[in-house]
Protein backbone atom coordinates (compact mmCIF):
# COMPACT_ATOMS: atom_id res chain seq x y z
CA UNK A 1 0.00 0.00 0.00
CA UNK A 2 2.75 2.23 0.89
CA UNK A 3 4.33 1.89 -2.65
CA UNK A 4 0.89 3.36 -4.50
CA UNK A 5 1.52 6.31 -2.36
CA UNK A 6 5.02 7.08 -3.45
CA UNK A 7 6.96 7.48 -6.85
CA UNK A 8 9.52 5.58 -7.83
CA UNK A 9 12.96 6.41 -9.28
CA UNK A 10 11.29 5.25 -12.67
CA UNK A 11 8.22 7.33 -12.17
CA UNK A 12 10.63 9.83 -11.05
CA UNK A 13 12.58 10.33 -14.40
CA UNK A 14 10.18 9.91 -16.18
CA UNK A 15 8.13 12.73 -15.52
CA UNK A 16 11.12 14.62 -15.13
CA UNK A 17 11.94 13.75 -18.98
CA UNK A 18 8.10 14.73 -20.30
CA UNK A 19 8.45 17.74 -17.93
CA UNK A 20 11.69 18.95 -20.21
CA UNK A 21 9.66 18.18 -23.85
CA UNK A 22 7.41 20.76 -22.00
CA UNK A 23 10.17 23.18 -20.73
CA UNK A 24 11.45 23.00 -24.56
CA UNK A 25 8.00 24.06 -26.25
CA UNK A 26 7.37 26.79 -23.86
CA UNK A 27 10.79 28.06 -24.80
CA UNK A 28 9.56 28.24 -28.62
CA UNK A 29 5.93 29.82 -27.78
CA UNK A 30 8.16 32.34 -25.71
CA UNK A 31 9.99 33.51 -28.92
CA UNK A 32 6.16 34.27 -30.55
CA UNK A 33 5.84 37.60 -29.24
CA UNK A 34 9.16 38.92 -30.47
CA UNK A 35 7.08 39.14 -33.64
CA UNK A 36 4.66 41.59 -32.14
CA UNK A 37 7.73 43.51 -30.69
CA UNK A 38 9.21 44.01 -34.32
CA UNK A 39 5.87 44.74 -35.28
CA UNK A 40 5.28 47.25 -33.04
CA UNK A 41 9.27 48.52 -32.70
CA UNK A 42 9.33 47.69 -29.14
CA UNK A 43 13.01 46.56 -28.82
CA UNK A 44 13.02 46.81 -24.93
CA UNK A 45 11.25 43.10 -24.64
CA UNK A 46 13.54 41.14 -27.23
CA UNK A 47 16.40 40.48 -24.55
CA UNK A 48 13.44 39.65 -21.52
CA UNK A 49 11.46 36.98 -24.12
CA UNK A 50 14.99 35.81 -25.46
CA UNK A 51 16.54 35.29 -21.74
CA UNK A 52 13.49 33.61 -20.88
CA UNK A 53 13.45 31.52 -23.48
CA UNK A 54 17.13 30.30 -23.02
CA UNK A 55 16.39 29.66 -19.62
CA UNK A 56 13.32 27.46 -20.43
CA UNK A 57 15.03 25.27 -23.05
CA UNK A 58 18.34 25.23 -20.86
CA UNK A 59 15.75 23.90 -18.45
CA UNK A 60 14.31 21.31 -20.55
CA UNK A 61 17.30 20.06 -22.65
CA UNK A 62 18.79 18.86 -19.32
CA UNK A 63 15.91 17.44 -18.18
CA UNK A 64 15.39 15.36 -21.81
CA UNK A 65 18.95 14.25 -21.90
CA UNK A 66 19.48 13.71 -17.66
CA UNK A 67 16.15 11.31 -17.16
CA UNK A 68 15.09 9.10 -19.73
CA UNK A 69 11.84 7.07 -20.23
CA UNK A 70 12.36 4.04 -18.08
CA UNK A 71 8.60 3.00 -18.22
CA UNK A 72 5.35 3.73 -19.58
CA UNK A 73 3.41 6.08 -17.16
CA UNK A 74 0.86 4.62 -15.02
CA UNK A 75 -2.26 7.28 -14.57
CA UNK A 76 -0.51 7.98 -10.94
CA UNK A 77 2.57 9.83 -12.69
CA UNK A 78 0.53 10.95 -15.46
CA UNK A 79 -1.24 12.76 -12.65
CA UNK A 80 1.59 14.26 -10.79
CA UNK A 81 3.12 14.97 -14.48
CA UNK A 82 0.23 17.25 -15.08
CA UNK A 83 0.27 18.84 -11.45
CA UNK A 84 3.41 19.71 -11.50
CA UNK A 85 4.04 20.98 -15.34
CA UNK A 86 1.49 24.27 -14.63
CA UNK A 87 3.52 25.01 -11.41
CA UNK A 88 6.67 24.80 -13.37
CA UNK A 89 5.23 26.50 -16.38
CA UNK A 90 4.28 29.73 -14.81
CA UNK A 91 7.46 29.81 -12.57
CA UNK A 92 9.02 29.87 -16.27
CA UNK A 93 5.88 32.01 -17.87
CA UNK A 94 6.97 34.73 -15.54
CA UNK A 95 10.01 35.41 -16.69
CA UNK A 96 9.20 37.82 -19.67
CA UNK A 97 7.19 39.87 -17.51
CA UNK A 98 9.48 39.95 -13.96
CA UNK A 99 12.63 40.30 -16.67
CA UNK A 100 11.25 43.41 -18.33
CA UNK A 101 10.97 45.27 -15.10
CA UNK A 102 6.70 45.28 -15.80
CA UNK A 103 6.17 42.75 -12.85
CA UNK A 104 7.57 41.45 -9.13
CA UNK A 105 8.48 37.90 -9.20
CA UNK A 106 5.10 37.23 -7.08
CA UNK A 107 2.97 39.46 -9.10
CA UNK A 108 4.38 38.06 -12.49
CA UNK A 109 3.50 34.47 -11.54
CA UNK A 110 0.15 35.40 -11.03
CA UNK A 111 -0.25 36.71 -14.02
CA UNK A 112 1.21 33.72 -15.79
CA UNK A 113 -0.89 31.26 -13.41
CA UNK A 114 -4.14 33.51 -14.39
CA UNK A 115 -2.94 33.26 -18.53
CA UNK A 116 -1.83 29.57 -18.34
CA UNK A 117 -4.92 28.74 -16.42
CA UNK A 118 -7.59 30.72 -18.25
CA UNK A 119 -8.57 32.85 -15.30
CA UNK A 120 -8.40 36.42 -16.40
CA UNK A 121 -7.54 38.50 -13.35
CA UNK A 122 -4.52 40.67 -13.51
CA UNK A 123 -1.81 42.24 -11.23
CA UNK A 124 -1.34 44.89 -14.35
CA UNK A 125 -2.72 48.91 -12.41
CA UNK A 126 -3.42 50.22 -15.83
CA UNK A 127 -4.24 47.79 -18.89
CA UNK A 128 -4.30 50.80 -21.18
CA UNK A 129 -0.74 51.98 -20.56
CA UNK A 130 0.25 48.17 -21.31
CA UNK A 131 2.48 47.25 -24.73
CA UNK A 132 1.13 45.76 -27.77
CA UNK A 133 3.89 42.65 -26.45
CA UNK A 134 3.21 42.13 -23.46
CA UNK A 135 -0.41 42.22 -24.25
CA UNK A 136 -0.04 39.95 -26.60
CA UNK A 137 1.62 37.82 -24.62
CA UNK A 138 -1.00 38.05 -21.92
CA UNK A 139 -3.29 36.51 -24.65
CA UNK A 140 -0.98 34.47 -26.07
CA UNK A 141 -0.39 32.59 -22.87
CA UNK A 142 -4.32 32.25 -22.24
CA UNK A 143 -4.50 30.93 -25.79
CA UNK A 144 -2.14 28.14 -25.14
CA UNK A 145 -3.74 27.35 -21.40
CA UNK A 146 -7.29 27.13 -23.14
CA UNK A 147 -5.87 23.91 -24.85
CA UNK A 148 -3.86 23.10 -21.97
CA UNK A 149 0.16 22.67 -21.32
CA UNK A 150 -0.15 19.04 -21.76
CA UNK A 151 -2.43 18.88 -24.57
CA UNK A 152 -0.22 20.92 -26.98
CA UNK A 153 2.86 18.40 -25.61
CA UNK A 154 0.22 15.18 -26.80
CA UNK A 155 -0.08 16.77 -29.88
CA UNK A 156 3.38 16.96 -30.73
CA UNK A 157 4.94 14.31 -28.53
CA UNK A 158 6.48 11.74 -29.89
CA UNK A 159 5.90 8.86 -28.14
CA UNK A 160 2.57 7.01 -28.79
CA UNK A 161 0.34 4.18 -27.08
CA UNK A 162 -0.09 4.41 -23.47
CA UNK A 163 2.22 7.15 -22.05
CA UNK A 164 -0.38 9.40 -24.62
CA UNK A 165 -3.40 7.96 -22.89
CA UNK A 166 -2.22 8.47 -19.26
CA UNK A 167 -1.22 12.13 -19.71
CA UNK A 168 -4.68 12.86 -21.82
CA UNK A 169 -6.83 11.38 -18.99
CA UNK A 170 -4.61 12.91 -16.75
CA UNK A 171 -5.58 16.05 -18.08
CA UNK A 172 -9.08 15.37 -17.12
CA UNK A 173 -10.53 14.80 -20.52
CA UNK A 174 -11.91 11.20 -20.65
CA UNK A 175 -13.81 11.47 -24.08
CA UNK A 176 -12.46 10.81 -27.45
CA UNK A 177 -13.16 11.89 -30.79
CA UNK A 178 -11.51 9.03 -32.43
CA UNK A 179 -10.34 5.72 -31.06
CA UNK A 180 -6.41 6.77 -31.23
CA UNK A 181 -5.83 9.76 -28.35
CA UNK A 182 -3.00 11.01 -30.26
CA UNK A 183 -5.69 11.34 -33.63
CA UNK A 184 -8.01 13.12 -30.96
CA UNK A 185 -5.80 15.91 -29.79
CA UNK A 186 -5.03 16.51 -32.95
CA UNK A 187 -8.69 16.97 -34.21
CA UNK A 188 -9.01 18.78 -31.59
CA UNK A 189 -6.22 21.44 -32.22
CA UNK A 190 -7.12 21.92 -35.64
CA UNK A 191 -10.95 22.57 -34.23
CA UNK A 192 -9.35 25.35 -31.91
CA UNK A 193 -7.32 26.99 -35.04
CA UNK A 194 -10.56 27.54 -37.16
CA UNK A 195 -12.61 28.77 -34.44
CA UNK A 196 -9.64 31.02 -33.36
CA UNK A 197 -9.50 32.24 -37.14
CA UNK A 198 -13.35 32.90 -36.84
CA UNK A 199 -13.40 34.73 -34.15
CA UNK A 200 -10.63 36.77 -35.13
CA UNK A 201 -12.95 37.80 -38.58
CA UNK A 202 -15.96 38.12 -35.88
CA UNK A 203 -14.00 40.63 -34.26
CA UNK A 204 -12.66 42.22 -36.85
CA UNK A 205 -15.74 43.11 -39.27
CA UNK A 206 -17.87 44.13 -36.19
CA UNK A 207 -15.72 47.05 -35.92
CA UNK A 208 -12.42 46.13 -33.62
CA UNK A 209 -8.91 46.78 -35.08
CA UNK A 210 -7.01 43.95 -35.95
CA UNK A 211 -4.36 43.76 -33.09
CA UNK A 212 -7.56 43.97 -30.42
CA UNK A 213 -9.18 41.24 -33.07
CA UNK A 214 -6.59 38.86 -32.46
CA UNK A 215 -6.22 39.62 -28.75
CA UNK A 216 -9.63 39.01 -27.86
CA UNK A 217 -9.96 35.76 -30.15
CA UNK A 218 -7.16 34.93 -27.99
CA UNK A 219 -8.77 35.38 -24.61
CA UNK A 220 -12.71 34.68 -25.42
CA UNK A 221 -12.31 31.63 -27.22
CA UNK A 222 -9.80 30.12 -24.66
CA UNK A 223 -12.95 31.75 -21.90
CA UNK A 224 -10.24 33.59 -20.25
CA UNK A 225 -10.86 36.89 -20.17
CA UNK A 226 -7.87 39.12 -19.87
CA UNK A 227 -8.46 42.49 -21.36
CA UNK A 228 -6.93 45.33 -23.93
CA UNK A 229 -7.98 47.87 -21.28
CA UNK A 230 -9.45 48.89 -18.19
CA UNK A 231 -13.04 48.41 -18.86
CA UNK A 232 -12.74 45.29 -21.16
CA UNK A 233 -15.22 44.92 -23.66
CA UNK A 234 -16.92 48.20 -22.48
CA UNK A 235 -14.47 50.35 -24.24
CA UNK A 236 -15.97 49.56 -27.48
CA UNK A 237 -19.62 50.40 -26.15
CA UNK A 238 -20.74 48.02 -29.08
CA UNK A 239 -23.32 45.80 -29.01
CA UNK A 240 -22.26 43.85 -32.38
CA UNK A 241 -19.10 43.58 -30.64
CA UNK A 242 -20.66 41.91 -27.33
CA UNK A 243 -22.34 39.41 -29.54
CA UNK A 244 -19.41 38.15 -31.29
CA UNK A 245 -18.17 37.86 -27.97
CA UNK A 246 -20.99 36.22 -26.72
CA UNK A 247 -21.03 33.57 -29.50
CA UNK A 248 -17.08 33.08 -28.94
CA UNK A 249 -17.37 32.53 -25.07
CA UNK A 250 -20.29 29.79 -25.86
CA UNK A 251 -18.21 28.08 -28.61
CA UNK A 252 -14.70 28.00 -26.39
CA UNK A 253 -16.96 26.58 -23.26
CA UNK A 254 -19.09 24.22 -25.27
CA UNK A 255 -17.41 20.71 -25.55
CA UNK A 256 -15.06 19.66 -28.36
CA UNK A 257 -16.50 16.11 -28.94
CA UNK A 258 -19.98 18.12 -29.76
CA UNK A 259 -18.38 20.38 -31.73
CA UNK A 260 -16.66 17.79 -33.88
CA UNK A 261 -20.33 16.18 -34.06
CA UNK A 262 -21.94 19.13 -35.38
CA UNK A 263 -19.02 19.80 -38.05
CA UNK A 264 -19.04 16.65 -39.18
CA UNK A 265 -23.14 17.49 -39.75
CA UNK A 266 -24.97 16.36 -36.81
CA UNK A 267 -25.69 19.79 -36.06
CA UNK A 268 -29.11 18.23 -34.45
CA UNK A 269 -26.70 16.41 -31.43
CA UNK A 270 -26.40 20.29 -30.06
CA UNK A 271 -29.64 20.24 -29.25
CA UNK A 272 -30.40 17.46 -27.78
CA UNK A 273 -26.92 17.01 -25.39
CA UNK A 274 -27.32 17.47 -21.81
CA UNK A 275 -24.61 20.24 -21.39
CA UNK A 276 -26.34 22.27 -24.33
CA UNK A 277 -29.97 21.71 -22.23
CA UNK A 278 -28.13 22.81 -19.00
CA UNK A 279 -26.66 25.54 -20.27
CA UNK A 280 -29.21 27.54 -21.92
CA UNK A 281 -31.65 26.64 -19.45
CA UNK A 282 -29.47 28.55 -16.87
CA UNK A 283 -28.78 30.83 -19.35
CA UNK A 284 -32.18 31.94 -20.09
CA UNK A 285 -33.79 31.76 -16.68
CA UNK A 286 -30.81 33.76 -15.00
CA UNK A 287 -30.92 36.51 -17.83
CA UNK A 288 -34.63 36.94 -16.92
CA UNK A 289 -34.02 37.09 -13.62
CA UNK A 290 -31.51 39.91 -13.29
CA UNK A 291 -33.26 41.99 -16.54
CA UNK A 292 -36.17 42.11 -14.13
CA UNK A 293 -33.84 43.46 -11.27
CA UNK A 294 -31.95 46.11 -13.36
CA UNK A 295 -35.07 47.46 -15.06
CA UNK A 296 -37.01 47.47 -12.41
CA UNK A 297 -33.96 49.47 -10.40
CA UNK A 298 -33.79 51.20 -13.47
CA UNK A 299 -30.00 50.25 -13.41
CA UNK A 300 -29.19 51.18 -17.02
CA UNK A 301 -32.66 53.62 -17.20
CA UNK A 302 -35.95 52.81 -18.46
CA UNK A 303 -34.64 51.00 -21.80
CA UNK A 304 -35.88 47.17 -21.03
CA UNK A 305 -33.43 46.48 -24.21
CA UNK A 306 -30.08 48.24 -22.36
CA UNK A 307 -30.98 46.22 -19.18
CA UNK A 308 -31.20 42.78 -20.98
CA UNK A 309 -28.17 43.55 -23.09
CA UNK A 310 -25.83 43.84 -19.67
CA UNK A 311 -27.74 40.91 -18.02
CA UNK A 312 -27.36 38.72 -20.89
CA UNK A 313 -23.45 39.74 -21.23
CA UNK A 314 -22.46 39.04 -17.83
CA UNK A 315 -24.85 35.66 -17.39
CA UNK A 316 -22.71 33.90 -20.70
CA UNK A 317 -19.51 35.31 -19.25
CA UNK A 318 -19.94 33.85 -15.91
CA UNK A 319 -21.25 30.90 -17.32
CA UNK A 320 -18.38 30.13 -19.70
CA UNK A 321 -16.20 30.90 -17.15
CA UNK A 322 -14.71 33.89 -19.41
CA UNK A 323 -14.68 36.91 -17.44
CA UNK A 324 -15.09 39.52 -19.84
CA UNK A 325 -16.67 42.78 -18.37
CA UNK A 326 -19.57 45.43 -19.61
CA UNK A 327 -20.76 46.05 -15.97
CA UNK A 328 -17.51 46.58 -13.05
CA UNK A 329 -17.07 46.68 -9.28
CA UNK A 330 -18.38 48.95 -7.24
CA UNK A 331 -21.72 48.64 -9.55
CA UNK A 332 -21.65 45.26 -10.10
CA UNK A 333 -22.23 44.87 -6.35
CA UNK A 334 -23.92 47.92 -5.16
CA UNK A 335 -26.57 48.47 -8.27
CA UNK A 336 -27.51 44.75 -9.05
CA UNK A 337 -29.20 44.33 -6.10
CA UNK A 338 -28.03 41.08 -4.23
CA UNK A 339 -30.06 38.59 -6.92
CA UNK A 340 -27.70 40.06 -10.08
CA UNK A 341 -24.50 38.91 -8.25
CA UNK A 342 -25.91 35.95 -6.52
CA UNK A 343 -26.86 34.56 -9.57
CA UNK A 344 -23.25 35.17 -11.57
CA UNK A 345 -21.92 33.83 -8.43
CA UNK A 346 -23.60 30.65 -8.93
CA UNK A 347 -22.86 30.54 -12.34
CA UNK A 348 -19.21 30.55 -11.88
CA UNK A 349 -19.30 28.18 -9.68
CA UNK A 350 -21.27 25.56 -11.98
CA UNK A 351 -19.17 26.94 -14.67
CA UNK A 352 -18.55 25.41 -18.54
CA UNK A 353 -18.58 22.34 -20.55
CA UNK A 354 -16.97 19.25 -20.08
CA UNK A 355 -14.12 18.89 -22.55
CA UNK A 356 -13.82 22.80 -22.97
CA UNK A 357 -11.69 25.38 -22.06
CA UNK A 358 -13.81 26.52 -19.43
CA UNK A 359 -13.78 26.07 -15.76
CA UNK A 360 -15.68 25.18 -12.70
CA UNK A 361 -17.59 22.03 -11.79
CA UNK A 362 -18.77 21.37 -15.89
CA UNK A 363 -22.67 21.66 -17.13
CA UNK A 364 -21.80 17.85 -17.28
CA UNK A 365 -21.62 16.82 -13.52
CA UNK A 366 -24.70 19.32 -12.63
CA UNK A 367 -26.97 17.51 -14.67
CA UNK A 368 -25.99 14.39 -13.95
CA UNK A 369 -26.60 15.25 -10.51
CA UNK A 370 -30.01 16.32 -11.32
CA UNK A 371 -30.92 13.53 -13.34
CA UNK A 372 -29.69 11.48 -10.20
CA UNK A 373 -31.90 13.60 -8.07
CA UNK A 374 -34.73 12.74 -10.60
CA UNK A 375 -33.87 8.99 -10.10
CA UNK A 376 -33.55 8.82 -6.80
CA UNK A 377 -36.86 10.28 -6.21
CA UNK A 378 -38.49 8.16 -8.88
CA UNK A 379 -37.21 5.07 -6.76
CA UNK A 380 -39.22 5.59 -4.09
CA UNK A 381 -42.45 5.72 -6.10
CA UNK A 382 -41.53 2.87 -8.37
CA UNK A 383 -42.03 -0.72 -6.89
CA UNK A 384 -38.92 -2.81 -5.56
CA UNK A 385 -38.16 -4.73 -8.44
CA UNK A 386 -38.66 -2.08 -10.82
CA UNK A 387 -35.63 -1.59 -12.88
CA UNK A 388 -34.63 2.12 -13.89
CA UNK A 389 -33.02 2.91 -16.97
CA UNK A 390 -30.23 5.28 -15.92
CA UNK A 391 -29.21 7.35 -19.07
CA UNK A 392 -27.99 10.44 -20.54
CA UNK A 393 -27.20 12.16 -23.99
CA UNK A 394 -23.58 12.82 -24.32
CA UNK A 395 -22.79 13.20 -27.55
CA UNK A 396 -24.19 9.76 -28.10
CA UNK A 397 -26.32 7.92 -25.45
CA UNK A 398 -24.67 6.66 -21.95
CA UNK A 399 -25.42 4.63 -18.93
CA UNK A 400 -25.03 6.48 -15.75
CA UNK A 401 -24.05 3.45 -12.74
CA UNK A 402 -23.54 4.08 -9.16
CA UNK A 403 -20.13 4.68 -9.72
CA UNK A 404 -20.05 7.91 -11.84
CA UNK A 405 -23.02 9.39 -9.14
CA UNK A 406 -20.60 8.77 -6.41
CA UNK A 407 -17.74 10.15 -7.95
CA UNK A 408 -19.06 12.91 -9.65
CA UNK A 409 -21.16 13.72 -6.34
CA UNK A 410 -17.62 13.54 -4.36
CA UNK A 411 -16.09 15.57 -6.58
CA UNK A 412 -18.73 18.65 -6.19
CA UNK A 413 -18.39 17.79 -2.83
CA UNK A 414 -14.58 18.37 -2.41
CA UNK A 415 -14.91 21.25 -4.71
CA UNK A 416 -17.02 23.35 -2.64
CA UNK A 417 -15.06 22.40 0.71
CA UNK A 418 -12.11 23.97 -1.13
CA UNK A 419 -13.96 26.87 -1.97
CA UNK A 420 -15.01 27.39 1.82
CA UNK A 421 -11.71 26.78 2.94
CA UNK A 422 -10.34 29.87 0.75
CA UNK A 423 -13.12 32.27 1.76
CA UNK A 424 -12.54 31.67 5.05
CA UNK A 425 -8.85 32.77 4.50
CA UNK A 426 -9.33 35.64 2.33
CA UNK A 427 -12.17 37.09 5.30
CA UNK A 428 -9.36 37.17 7.63
CA UNK A 429 -8.21 40.06 5.92
CA UNK A 430 -11.07 41.51 3.94
CA UNK A 431 -14.35 41.37 5.83
CA UNK A 432 -16.68 42.04 2.85
CA UNK A 433 -18.39 38.51 2.76
CA UNK A 434 -20.19 39.62 -0.44
CA UNK A 435 -16.99 40.29 -1.90
CA UNK A 436 -14.99 37.51 -0.89
CA UNK A 437 -17.66 35.01 -1.69
CA UNK A 438 -18.19 36.39 -5.27
CA UNK A 439 -14.01 36.71 -6.14
CA UNK A 440 -13.07 33.04 -4.85
CA UNK A 441 -15.59 31.69 -6.60
CA UNK A 442 -14.18 33.46 -9.56
CA UNK A 443 -10.49 32.13 -9.41
CA UNK A 444 -11.36 28.64 -8.23
CA UNK A 445 -13.65 28.60 -11.84
CA UNK A 446 -11.18 30.15 -13.46
CA UNK A 447 -13.27 33.50 -14.25
CA UNK A 448 -11.45 36.62 -13.47
CA UNK A 449 -14.89 38.15 -13.21
CA UNK A 450 -13.52 41.03 -9.99
CA UNK A 451 -15.47 42.55 -6.96
CA UNK A 452 -12.19 44.74 -6.82
CA UNK A 453 -10.08 42.46 -4.05
CA UNK A 454 -7.53 41.20 -6.04
CA UNK A 455 -4.73 43.91 -6.72
CA UNK A 456 -1.30 44.21 -6.69
CA UNK A 457 -1.40 45.77 -3.27
CA UNK A 458 -3.56 42.30 -1.80
CA UNK A 459 -1.84 40.64 1.03
CA UNK A 460 0.65 37.91 -0.62
CA UNK A 461 -1.21 35.15 1.11
CA UNK A 462 -4.38 36.16 -0.79
CA UNK A 463 -2.28 36.29 -3.76
CA UNK A 464 -1.22 32.72 -3.03
CA UNK A 465 -4.46 31.49 -2.02
CA UNK A 466 -5.76 32.90 -5.26
CA UNK A 467 -2.87 31.18 -7.63
CA UNK A 468 -3.62 27.66 -5.69
CA UNK A 469 -7.19 27.96 -6.82
CA UNK A 470 -6.12 29.23 -10.08
CA UNK A 471 -4.29 25.70 -10.32
CA UNK A 472 -7.10 23.39 -8.58
CA UNK A 473 -9.55 24.98 -10.27
CA UNK A 474 -7.95 24.04 -13.80
CA UNK A 475 -6.78 21.08 -12.81
CA UNK A 476 -10.12 19.47 -11.90
CA UNK A 477 -8.48 19.07 -8.04
CA UNK A 478 -7.94 15.16 -7.80
CA UNK A 479 -4.29 15.32 -9.48
CA UNK A 480 -3.59 17.93 -6.86
CA UNK A 481 -5.17 16.01 -4.17
CA UNK A 482 -2.77 13.34 -4.95
CA UNK A 483 0.18 14.90 -5.00
CA UNK A 484 -0.42 16.28 -1.67
CA UNK A 485 -1.13 12.67 -0.42
CA UNK A 486 2.38 11.36 -1.91
CA UNK A 487 4.00 14.23 -0.76
CA UNK A 488 2.81 13.86 2.86
CA UNK A 489 3.11 10.04 3.03
CA UNK A 490 6.74 10.30 1.60
CA UNK A 491 7.34 12.84 4.53
CA UNK A 492 5.65 10.18 7.04
CA UNK A 493 7.21 7.48 5.76
CA UNK A 494 11.09 9.03 5.88
CA UNK A 495 9.90 9.92 9.41
Given at each position: M????R ?9 L???G ?25 F ?27 T?K ?6 T ?10 A?P ?7 S????Y ?46 L ?6 D????Y??E ?6 R??I ?7 V ?10 I?L???T ?15 S ?16 V?IE???MI??I??A ?10 R ?13 V ?7 S ?17 ILL ?13 T ?7 F ?13 FL???L ?11 G ?11 K ?14 AV ?37 I ?12 F ?9 G?S ?26 I ?11 N?V????
Open positions: QRVHLSRRELKTIHYVDACLLLAVAMLIPLIVALIYYEPQYIPFILSSIISGIIGIVFVKLFKVEMQMLSAMIFSIIWLIACALGLYYFSGELYLNAFEAMSGFTTTGFSMFTNLDTVSYTIHFYRAFTQWVGGLGIIFLLLALRSTGVVLRLLAGREERLPSKHSTKIIYIYLFFTAIAIFYIGMPLFDSVFYAFTALTGGFGLHNTSLLFYNSWIAAIMIGTNFALHYTVLGNWREYFKDIETKAYSLIILTLLVTLVLFNNQVYGNDNFRYALFQMVSAITTGLQTAYPDLLAKWIGLGTITIMIIGAGSLSTGGIKWLRLGVLLGVSWQVRSFILPGKMAKKIHHVSELKITDDVLRITGAFVFTYLVIYIISVVVLIYYPDISRVIEVASALSNVLSGIMTPSAPDLVKIVFIIDFWMGRLEWPVLLLLTIIINIGRR
